[in-house]
């Protein structure tokens, strides 16, 4: 059972009418978002980053949840102020994908 009941969980992405959900191996979470598989088993032990089981045992990652946790680290960065006025004017279309599809 997924940790976020608003979410359906597929292999492929998602379904139409749901948010998209995505559980990846170790290996791939780090390739696609960038969360080392080390900290993504730490964050999962303590809760905050959605895990589930794979056949053989092996976590599955959240990648809805590692975005997110990708995205706030960046946001509580250190960033030159003219990035961050950069990120102030751009649509919020182009977060929206990372931030808050979960909730």
Request: aromatic residues 4%.
């Amino acid at each position: 059972m997924p940790l976020h009941p608003t979410v359906t969980v597929t292999r492929e992405g998602c379904m139409s009418d749901k948010p998209k959900a995505l559980f990846l191996g170790g290996r791939e979470l780090e390739r696609a978002v960038g969360l080392s598989r080390f900290i993504a088993t730490r964050l999962a032990l303590r809760g905050e980053l959605a895990f589930e089981l794979s056949g053989n045992g092996s976590p599955q990652f959240s990648v809805i949840d590692a975005m997110r946790i990708v995205a706030e680290r960046a946001h509580s960065a250190r960033f030159p102020e003219r990035v961050l006025r950069a990120a102030r004017l751009a649509p919020a279309s182009r977060t929206s994908s990372v931030v808050g599809q979960s909730e």
